[in-house]
């Protein structure tokens, strides 16, 4: 694997626009080689039994097509690949890795060809919507959309440590995954949000040299400039190049990358109702300090132990909510 | 006692309204240099943009290096140098159905009338009588009282216009009433003009089918306004095309305006550049400047960039907004060449449009 590694790191640095570093850590942190049995069994468990699964990828981090494919293969021996047509290489390395003849990767689909089995289709509103209408009377449809993740700092938490946790989250994929947390509620007053906010911007400081943001494109940093902007209007700002920490007693949805919005919250019982109509966007919930105790503010998304928003367990979706992401359950 | 530096702001302001061109003693630069500082020092918000950017206030001689302000922000704060006692007028943006709607607050629109005439009599007025039918293809003040749009148009009604009140206004509980249109239309025997959205024009169209409206000839046609959270959208051109056919009018006659609720100031299309984008023109106490989106310094000449427009009607709020458009200055104004291009998604972490989209 890491001749693999080696040898595709710049080439999966140019497509998936992480910086090498970034490629590195979302290679060692967010890829499930290593699942334990009893997530494996859940996974198994999780599925229905399909004669055939066609996955097609679109807008996914690239580490995401190995949970696509096991998920697939969960349901039926049978699986077909259409890559996402940016990042193709990252599923053409796995299949070859696993070598197993009945993964089979094609370049195009023709989803009105899918008479039967399951269809396991990722990618944006739009493009699901698309697919949808496409789907014969006799395939299943499972799709799975985009979204965000939020953390909660309880009111107990030290907040460098909760910081340095949350960054981890950040950088990994530099926000760009549907796990990866945008906004940080903090349990407490204004204060404690600023300060944590600071705990944030230094924290990412230091990752800014360990694994150094991508590459982003113009229109993102206009939103980024936009965002910043608007920020200092009403809230803090800490900018530094390549992130910004803004915190403001309301919620407000940054561009993904590496921008964290910081907002203080009276409990963490109010993180619905602070989310607002955002509320059913979000995948998973990240928890510092007490996990089980906050589990329920999941509320149907993946809760997660904040530092590891971006490493679900292997037991199924990563995203349980169902599409399209109109309530939360 | 910002209200007395207000009041002495917009009458500057009027004064360059009403004779730009022969006010010696004043000068745009030098009222918007005291604008932007009338609004660092009133305007809570700005005066944080201002010193995010590091801007000595008091040094600065050049309004140039004043920062606009999002129109984002509007959504975000008050930006207004008065309480909300003061501004006894608020007009919103149509907003989202995530329930972030804009808010420009007013103390009074004397500025903004007073702008939206001159601008708007050089630009649609016809010349041939002091008053003319003026027909509202919009809702009336009465269902839409906190419009921008609604509230200039029932001013050229007002103040240009034959028909009375609002019943120059034939949208009206989400109704077109086209066969009042056509009835008024028919008993007209001057030129007239007539305005509308976009989207409410379309909806006429798809009403009449082929049937026309004869409008007398030399009357106008003024549309505004995209399909932003619209289910349909037309092209403009062909809007433009099947509007003139619609008024049997011919397609010089359909012009089109530019403005937007974060602004006092109108623009108004003059023409279709050499690469096939419509140029607007913009009155003498605006500019529109297109800037790099992420510097936010002005592009070199003849570069697209976002538009910053800075607008000295704006006394009480943001003097210079900036705003999502791409624009280019040509000779006669600035083309208009749509919103910036979508970000490339680089994963599945949900996109701000995504959600407005998957909200409406």
């Known amino acids: 694997m890491s ?28 890829l499930e080689t290593d699942p334990s049995q009893a997530e494996l069994d859940a ?33 039926a021996a049978k699986v077909i690949v259409k890559p996402s047509r940016r990042e193709p290489m990252f599923v053409r390395l796995l299949a070859e890795y696993a070598s197993d003849p009945d993964v089979e990767i094609v370049k195009e689909i023709d989803i009105r060809s899918i008479e039967h089995g399951e269809l396991h289709a990722y990618g944006s509103d739009a493009t699901l919507q698309t697919i949808a209408a496409q789907v014969p009377n006799g395939a299943v449809l499972r799709a799975h959309g985009t979204g965000f993740g939020v953390a909660c700092i309880d009111a107990t938490a030290p907040l460098d440590e909760a910081a340095e946790a949350l960054s981890r989250d950040v950088v990994l994929f530099d926000q760009s995954g549907c796990l990866s947390p945008r906004i940080a509620f903090v ?5 404690r949000a600023e300060a944590f906010g600071r705990s944030v911007y230094e924290a990412l400081n230091g990752w800014a040299t360990r694994v150094p943001r991508g590459a982003v494109d113009e229109q993102t940093l206009m939103e980024v400039r936009g965002y910043a902007d608007s920020m200092r209007m009403v809230g803090a700002v800490l900018e530094a190049k390549d992130h910004v920490v803004a915190i403001w007693d309301r919620v407000r949805l940054p561009p993904a990358a590496r921008v964290v919005h910081i907002v203080p919250l009276r409990g963490p019982e109010l993180l619905d109702a ?36 971006q490493s679900p367990p292997l037991d199924g979706p990563v995203d349980p909510r169902v599409w399209p992401p109109s309530t939360v359950t | 006692m910002n209200g007395q530096e207000s009041d002495a702001l917009h009458a500057r302001v009027q004064a360059f309204i009403r004779t730009p061109e022969t006010s010696l ?44 302000v999002p129109t984002d922000a509007f959504k975000l704060a008050r930006v207004s140098a008065f309480a909300p006692h003061d501004t006894p007028v608020a007009f919103r943006t149509s907003g989202t159905t995530l329930g972030d709607r804009g808010t420009h607050w007013f ?12 601008f708007g009599a050089e630009h649609l007025r016809l010349a041939s009588t002091r008053r003319f039918p003026v027909l509202v293809v919009g809702p009336p003040p009465s269902e839409l009282g906190d419009s921008s749009l609604t509230h200039m148009l029932s001013l050229f009604v007002r103040e240009w216009g034959t028909l009375p009140g609002e019943t120059a206004f034939f949208l009206r509980g989400e109704k077109l009433d086209v066969e009042r249109l056509a009835e008024v239309v028919k008993h007209i025997d001057q030129q007239a003009l007539v305005c509308g959205t976009s989207f409410a024009f379309v909806h006429l169209l798809d009403e009449l089918e082929s049937q026309q409206i004869v409008l007398p000839k030399g009357s106008r046609v003024m549309q505004t306004g995209g399909f932003k959270g619209r289910s349909r959208s037309v092209d403009a051109g062909e809007l433009k095309r099947r509007l003139a056919q619609a008024f049997a009018l011919d397609v010089a006659s359909v012009t089109s305006e530019y403005g937007m609720t974060e602004l006092s100031t109108q623009f108004y299309e003059v023409g279709t550049s050499v690469r096939g984008f419509p140029v607007y023109a913009e009155p003498p106490w605006a500019r529109v400047i297109p800037v790099d989106g992420v510097t936010l310094e002005p592009v070199a000449a003849g570069k697209e960039g976002i538009a910053r427009i800075e ?23 600035f083309e208009l060449l749509g919103r910036a291009h979508d970000a490339t998604p680089r994963g599945c972490s949900i996109a701000i449009d995504e959600i407005l989209g998957a909200a409406r």
């Open chain 1, 3 to 30: 001749r693999l590694r080696d040898q595709y790191r710049s080439e999966l640095s140019f497509v998936t626009k992480l910086s090498p570093a970034g490629v590195d850590f979302a290679l060692d942190h967010a």
């Open chain 1, 187 to 191: 349990v407490g007053d204004s204060e």
């Open chain 1, 43 to 75: 996974l198994i468990d999780g599925a229905t039994e399909a004669s055939r699964v066609v996955v097609v990828l679109s807008s996914n981090v690239f580490t995401a097509s190995l949970r696509a494919i096991a998920l697939a293969k969960a349901a």
């Open chain 2, 25 to 68: 003693s004043d000068s745009y630069e030098s009222i918007a240099l005291a604008i932007a500082r009338f609004q660092f020092s009133h305007v809570h918000g700005y005066e944080r943009l201002c010193r995010a950017r590091g801007i000595d206030v008091a040094a600065s001689t050049a309004h140039s290096v004043f920062p606009a």
């Open chain 1, 274 to 309: 602070a989310l607002g109509k955002l509320a059913p966007f979000v995948t998973t919930v990240g928890a510092y300090g007490a996990p089980l105790e906050m589990r329920w503010l999941s509320r149907g998304r993946r809760a997660a132990v904040l530092g590891m928003m």
């Open chain 2, 107 to 118: 103390r009074h629109t004397n500025s903004y009338d007073m702008g939206a005439l001159a």
């Open chain 2, 311 to 333: 607008d000295l009607a704006n006394v009480d709020s943001a003097w210079a907004v900036i705003v999502g458009d791409r624009v280019r200055r040509v000779d006669g104004g």
